[in-house]
């Protein structure tokens, strides 16, 4: 029997397309990982912890933890044939780019899960590959997000990566997010991990989704007062241009993660006696506020967190995906768990009954 087709808001704009027991966003700015509060986790969970609980759904047990810590350091090593094919690229191709191109074709074992935890696990190390010479770290123990600020910053400093990790866990996932509903679109035809996470790596490369973070950096640099900030704002909204680092699908009212990162850059710029950035920053959100009502996203403050912490601009979108990369763990195996390919209906509006 014929079901009838629906039509829905372009974008599938407030449509809610399938179950997940994953995360939770709301409009008023709430976001939940598997039922834990995502801003308590980063304040008091280490990244391991929070990565385990969506990739697995409950937090790890002490002998869980130092398994799953041990299997992120064992996957990270980077086998020949895929250092061959990162030698392949061109070292100013972007960081983002060359990653897609190497997860999408470096080799990998074992079953679905093992491949998806082993793309994951190995980020850091190709995101820092050829990172200019850095000092082996002094620590013994170091934690997955001490081991990543250090291969891209050469800083072993566990305070200033204490600041990198809570940005790791806030990172981590979003729900039906674009890159993560490509992941899901591509993961539908059981095509595999590794092309459901090339899908979501390509993805995540667009402005109005991942690419934003660089571009609020790039603007927030040149200001050289609060008054400069402020005439930015206005000229761009008159102009009917989008300011990069603002607005989301389903916060209207905050993003929990921007106002969690504009806190703890209350006392990063404190440590690092760097205020301006932040100043500037609060006077275009309260503008933009004023003016539209639209929110900051976490992009907006997480590029100003990165700068302070001396992480350069071409890492930001990578260390999103990393991170971003266990959600999709996560979303992968809820797809395949309960999978229906995903293929929608169209409504034709093209010519009819034309004549060769
Ligand atoms: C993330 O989806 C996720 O969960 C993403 C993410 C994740 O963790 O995966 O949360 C990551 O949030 C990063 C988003 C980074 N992108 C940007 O900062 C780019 C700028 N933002 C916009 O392009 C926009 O806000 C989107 C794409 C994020 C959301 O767009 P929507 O939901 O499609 O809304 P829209 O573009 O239809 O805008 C609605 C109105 C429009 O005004 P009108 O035409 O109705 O008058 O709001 C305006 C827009 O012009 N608007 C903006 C704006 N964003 C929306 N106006 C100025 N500047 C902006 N940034």
């Known amino acids: 029997m014929e079901t009838k087709s629906i039509r829905v808001a372009k974008g599938l704009e407030r449509v809610i397309v399938d179950d997940t027991a994953i995360s939770s966003t709301d409009s008023k700015g709430n976001l939940v990982y598997r039922g834990y509060k995502a ?56 960081k983002l780019d060359m990653l897609r191109t190497v997860i999408s074709g470096m080799p990998l074992e074992g079953n679905d899960e093992h491949k998806a935890l082993q793309m994951a696990a190995r980020m850091p190390a190709l995101i820092a590959y050829n990172v200019k010479a850095i000092k082996p ?27 990198f990790e809570k940005l790791l866990i806030l990172y981590t996932e979003h729900e039906f997010n674009a890159s993560t509903f490509a ?34 950096l790039k603007y927030l640099l040149k200001f050289k007062s609060k008054e400069d900030a402020i005439r930015f704002v206005d000229k761009k909204l008159k102009a009917k241009e989008k300011i990069m680092g603002f607005g989301h699908r389903v916060y209207k009212i905050k993003d929990p993660r921007a106002q969690f990162v504009k806190l703890q850059l209350r006392t990063l710029s404190k440590e690092k006696g760097m205020y301006a950035l932040v100043e500037y ?76």
Do not use: C
Request: net charge positive; aromatic share 10%; no cysteine.
């Open 39 to 94: 801003t308590e986790l980063a304040e008091k969970k280490s990244f391991e912890e929070v990565a385990y609980l969506i990739a697995y759904g409950k937090l790890p047990k002490k002998a869980e933890l130092h398994e799953f810590s041990s299997q992120l350091i064992k996957l990270s090593r980077l086998d020949n044939s895929t250092i061959r094919l990162l030698k392949s690229i061109s070292g100013n191709a972007p």
């Open 137 to 163: 770290m002094k620590s013994k123990n170091a934690n997955y997000a001490e081991r990543f600020y250090n291969a891209i910053t050469g800083i072993e400093d566990k305070n200033l990566a204490k600041y």
């Open 183 to 216: 992941l899901m679109v591509t993961a539908s035809t059981l095509a595999g991990p590794q092309a459901a996470f090339t899908s979501a790596l390509a993805t995540l490369k667009g402005p109005l989704h991942g690419g934003a973070n660089s571009e609020v």
């Open 281 to 356: 920053a609060e006077a275009i959100e309260e503008e933009m506020w004023n003016l539209k009502r639209i929110p900051a996203n976490v992009d907006f403050y997480a590029a100003i967190y990165m700068y302070l912490l001396g992480i350069d601009e071409k890492f930001y979108l990578p260390i999103f995906a990393a991170a971003r990369s266990f959600g999709w763990i996560a979303h992968y195996k809820e797809q395949v768990a309960s999978n229906k390919l995903i293929r929608p209906d169209s409504n034709y509006i093209g010519p009819k009954g034309l004549k060769l």
